[in-house]
């Protein structure tokens, strides 16, 4: 899986540059919108493509559904240094 293709697009980039600094965070749409200063129908979208790479998790309620940052230490890993390699 190449992670730089995922998260190429500037709002998957917020979306997870906020999830790997707030690891513990679940939040909805709305309120991931909110934080990356994003279109609430551009992140909904971005959260779909990123459940199905498996970085994000869905936590499905009848009303809502949160999201959170995958627990995977190999993937965290992977993300934390192309994070870096962007900023450097």
């Known amino acids: 899986m190449d992670l730089s293709k995922i998260i190429n697009s500037g709002v998957k980039l917020k979306i997870v540059k906020f999830f790997h600094e707030n690891q513990a965070s679940i939040d909805t749409p709305r309120?991931?919108?909110t934080w990356v200063g994003e279109n609430?129908?551009?992140?909904?979208?971005?959260?779909?493509?990123?459940?199905?790479?498996d970085i994000l998790v869905a936590h499905r309620a009848t009303s809502t559904t949160?999201?959170?940052y995958t627990r995977d230490t190999k993937k965290i890993s992977k993300i934390d240094k192309l994070l870096k390699d962007r900023s450097a």
């Open 40 to 53: 609430r129908a551009k992140v909904k979208k971005a959260l779909e493509e990123l459940i199905e790479s």
């Open 66 to 68: 949160g999201y959170s």
């Open 31 to 33: 309120g991931i919108a």
